[in-house]
């Protein structure tokens, strides 16, 4: 089954600039959806459709997704921003949903 | 506003099984597939099984294939989960979302979530 790759845990200070990735073979040819999982609560969309952004979501999130690794950007991150990520796709062949281990997110 | 409750988690001895529910509300339930996604404590996110808007199709991860059946009830804006032969393995957090579409062979967003029930196999 198609298997998508993310770091472990990712580091920022407030202000600056986060990058999550999502790796997985031909990535760019598949749409990425982003959850994000403070900790005790249940997931909540924050990226669909590889850069699309639901209601609610503040724009300092944004997506993207191209080759072999998509990417969720957070930009001036907050203390509120920590939380886990998730990044998941639809696998065709299958029609099984596939999500990637997850990065958690901490603010310096 | 969409809400979705999960129930019927708990204890339960391994080969053991167990029926979880998930009752939507805020949303024609009808319109869109449904999903259970399971986590284990401290561990991250599965996807177990999906079914679209009929319950004409439906799709599971290997892992609970042959033992657990999803199925839903339009008329009761509700989803369930029959799970059987029960193992350690399927301790977790068991929460049901909501599609953005109506079939499961669609790349759609699971755009709303409920809290999760636990299911614990242990003897």
């Known amino acids: 089954s198609y298997v998508l790759t993310q770091p472990p845990s990712v580091s920022v200070a407030p202000g600056e600039t986060a990058r999550i990735i999502c790796g997985g073979d031909?990535?760019?040819?598949?749409?990425v959806h982003w959850y994000q999982q403070t900790p005790g609560q249940a997931p909540v969309l924050v990226i669909s459709?590889?850069?699309d952004r639901p209601s609610g979501i503040p724009e300092r999130f944004s997506g993207s997704n191209s080759g072999n690794t998509a990417t969720l950007t957070i930009s001036r991150v907050e203390a509120g921003d920590e939380a886990d990520y998730y990044c998941?796709?639809?696998?065709?062949?299958?029609?099984?949903?596939?999500f990637g281990g997850g990065t958690k997110l901490t603010v310096l | 506003e969409v809400q979705l409750v999960e129930s019927g988690g708990g204890l339960v001895q391994p080969g053991r099984s167990l029926r979880l529910s998930c009752a939507g509300s805020?949303?024609?339930?009808?319109?869109?597939?449904m999903h259970w996604v399971r986590q284990v404590p401290g561990k991250g996110l599965e996807w177990i099984s999906g079914?679209?808007?009929?319950?004409?199709?439906?799709v599971y991860v290997d892992s609970v294939k042959g033992r657990f059946i999803i199925s839903r009830d339009n008329a009761k804006n509700s989803l369930y989960l029959q799970m059987s032969n029960l193992t350690s393995e399927d301790t977790a957090l068991y929460y049901c979302?909501?599609?953005?579409?109506?079939?499961?062979?669609?790349?759609?967003?699971?755009?709303?979530w409920g809290q999760g029930t636990l299911v614990t196999v242990s003897s």
């Open positions: 079914i679209n808007w009929n319950s004409v199709s439906r």
């Open positions: 979302a909501k599609d953005s579409s109506g079939g499961v062979a669609a790349s759609g967003t699971l755009d709303s």
């Open positions: 459709y590889d850069t």
């Open positions: 031909n990535i760019g040819r598949r749409i």
């Open positions: 805020g949303f024609k339930f009808d319109d869109y597939a």
């Open positions: 998941q796709v639809w696998e065709s062949d299958t029609d099984l949903r596939v």
